[in-house]
């Protein structure tokens, strides 16, 4: 059945709720993804590639949980801009955003370029690389599903 929704809805229908195998399973591609990647490089992961999304559920999502953490507002504030943003972020930390950034907008050439790449995979591990890559991918999907259903992200009282 379709449904016609006013301009003024929010939320189109409820993931968890319609499709809980599906939802399962992306909470376990979520854990798997996240299995020996830093905690503070996979926030960083999802707030880039939900900027690039537009996915205003998860960027407030990922902000808030990256803060938890003790990331600081700064380098929250300017990660749009990482690349200008000089020694803020690691070597590390600026080679998984380009490799999430290229991951994430297909747009130009529809692939990851061997430099990119390169550049992601001296930074790491062979398995690390792979969990940066998983992170990437699922946060991609999460954006997806969130944006197309048009998640809203809630009401936060500023902080006293």
Same mark, same amino acid.
């Given at each position: 059945?379709?449904?016609?929704?006013?301009?003024?809805e929010?939320? +189109? %229908?409820n993931?968890? /709720?319609?499709?809980p195998?599906f939802y399962?399973?992306?909470?376990? %591609?979520?854990?798997?993804a996240?299995k #020996? &990647?830093?905690?503070? &490089?996979?926030?960083? *992961?999802?707030i880039?590639?939900s900027? &690039?999304?537009?996915?205003?559920?998860? @960027?407030d999502m990922?902000s808030h949980?990256a803060?938890?953490q003790?990331?600081?507002e !700064?380098? *929250?504030?300017?990660? $749009?801009? =990482?690349?200008?943003?000089?020694?803020l972020?690691?070597? !590390?930390?600026?080679?998984a955003?380009?490799?999430?950034?290229?991951m994430t907008?297909?747009?130009h #050439?529809g692939?990851? $370029?061997?430099?990119?790449?390169? /550049?992601?995979?001296?930074?790491?591990?062979?398995?690390? @690389?792979? !969990?940066? *890559?998983?992170?990437?991918?699922?946060i991609?999907? =999460?954006n997806?599903i969130?944006v $197309?259903?048009?998640? !809203?992200?809630? +009401? /936060?009282r500023?902080? /006293?």
């Amino acid at each position: 059945m379709t449904q016609t929704l006013d301009s003024r809805e929010t939320t +189109r %229908l409820n993931m968890n /709720r319609v499709a809980p195998e599906f939802y399962e399973a992306m909470m376990s %591609l979520s854990a798997a993804a996240a299995k #020996g &990647l830093d905690p503070t &490089l996979a926030e960083l *992961i999802k707030i880039r590639a939900s900027q &690039l999304n537009h996915c205003a559920f998860c @960027l407030d999502m990922h902000s808030h949980d990256a803060r938890k953490q003790g990331q600081t507002e !700064q380098r *929250i504030y300017l990660l $749009s801009a =990482w690349e200008e943003a000089g020694d803020l972020y690691t070597e !590390q930390e600026q080679a998984a955003l380009a490799l999430t950034e290229e991951m994430t907008d297909l747009t130009h #050439g529809g692939h990851v $370029s061997d430099e990119v790449y390169a /550049r992601a995979a001296a930074a790491f591990t062979e398995a690390e @690389l792979a !969990q940066v *890559i998983a992170m990437a991918t699922v946060i991609n999907a =999460w954006n997806r599903i969130s944006v $197309s259903t048009r998640v !809203q992200p809630p +009401r /936060r009282r500023p902080a /006293r």
